[in-house]
T-cell receptor
Framework: DSGVTQTPKHLITATGQRVTLRCSPR?????VYWYQQSLDQGLQFLIQ???????AKGNILERFSAQQFPDLHSELNLSSLELGDSALYFCASSVDQGLRVTDTQYFGPGTRLTVL | GQQVMQIPQYQHVQEGEDFTTYCNSSTTLSNIQWYKQRPGGHPVFLIQ?????EVKKQKRLTFQFGEAKKNSSLHITATQTTDVGTYFC??????????FGTGTKLQVIP
C-alpha cells in the first residue's frame, strides 16, 4: 500500500460525457502527478500540481483539466469523452521540496476508465 | 523535448536466465529512477541512481548509470516468475519535465 488513494476504481461511461477522478496523496506529500496508461502502453505524463499550483504540463488534452485543493487532494476532469480516452489513469505523489529534488513517486492503484 | 527510450520493448526468458533492459535518453539526465509495474498493478519505485557510472545492487537486480549520464541499465540475474512485469526508467530531479521511459515488459516462462 503506497498511501495514495484513488477513487473510483472503475468507471464506465458513454462518449460525450464528463467524469471526475479523485486522488488523495500520501500524508505530507505536496506534489501530485496524473498519468494516463492505455492498454499495454507506457505512462503518459499529463500534469503536475505542487501545493495547489500547476507546476508542469505534459501531453494533456484541452478536454482534460485538473486542480489541487487546499487539503492537497487532486481531481482530474475529463470531458467530451471519446472512445480513445479509455485507459488506466494513475495519480502519484511525492514530497517534492523544491525544483531540484530527487522526487520518488508513489503511485495510487489507478482508476480504470471505459468509454463506450 | 527529452525522450527516454527503453529496449527491448518485450522480453520472454526461461526461468533462471538473465535479463537486461536498457534506458537511453536524448539528453543528459540529472538522476534516473527505476520502477516496476506488476500485471494489473501500479508502478512501484525500485531505486534511484545519481552519480555518473554509479552501480547499485538489490539482491538479483543490478542497476547502472552510464558515464555520460545519458543511459542506464537494469540487469536481473537468474530470473524468477516473481520478476514478471514491466520495468520503467524515468528522469528525476533537475528542472526537466517528468519523462518515463517506454517500458520493457518481461515475461518469465517457468
Amino acid at each position: 500500500d503506497s498511501g495514495v488513494t484513488q477513487t473510483p476504481k472503475h468507471l464506465i461511461t458513454a462518449t460525450g460525457q464528463r467524469v471526475t477522478l479523485r486522488c488523495s496523496p500520501r500524508s505530507g506529500d505536496l506534489s501530485v502527478y496524473w498519468y494516463q496508461q492505455s492498454l499495454d502502453q507506457g505512462l503518459q505524463f499529463l500534469i503536475q500540481y505542487y501545493n495547489g499550483e500547476e507546476r508542469a504540463k505534459g501531453n494533456i488534452l484541452e478536454r482534460f483539466s485538473a486542480q489541487q485543493f487546499p487539503d492537497l487532494h487532486s481531481e482530474l476532469n475529463l470531458s467530451s469523452l471519446e472512445l480513445g480516452d479509455s485507459a488506466l489513469y494513475f495519480c502519484a505523489s511525492s514530497v517534492d521540496q523544491g525544483l531540484r529534488v530527487t522526487d520518488t513517486q508513489y503511485f495510487g492503484p489507478g482508476t480504470r476508465l471505459t468509454v463506450l | 523535448g527529452q525522450q527516454v527510450m527503453q529496449i527491448p520493448q518485450y522480453q520472454h526468458v526461461q526461468e533462471g536466465e538473465d535479463f537486461t533492459t536498457y534506458c537511453n535518453s536524448s539528453t543528459t539526465l540529472s538522476n534516473i529512477q527505476w520502477y516496476k509495474q506488476r500485471p494489473g498493478g501500479h508502478p512501484v519505485f525500485l531505486i534511484q541512481l545519481v552519480k555518473s557510472g554509479e552501480v547499485k545492487k538489490q539482491k538479483r537486480l543490478t542497476f547502472q548509470f552510464g558515464e555520460a549520464k545519458k543511459n542506464s541499465s537494469l540487469h536481473i540475474t537468474a530470473t524468477q516468475t516473481t520478476d514478471v512485469g514491466t520495468y520503467f526508467c524515468r528522469n528525476s530531479g533537475g528542472y526537466q519535465k517528468v519523462t518515463f521511459g517506454t517500458g520493457t515488459k518481461l515475461q518469465v516462462i517457468p
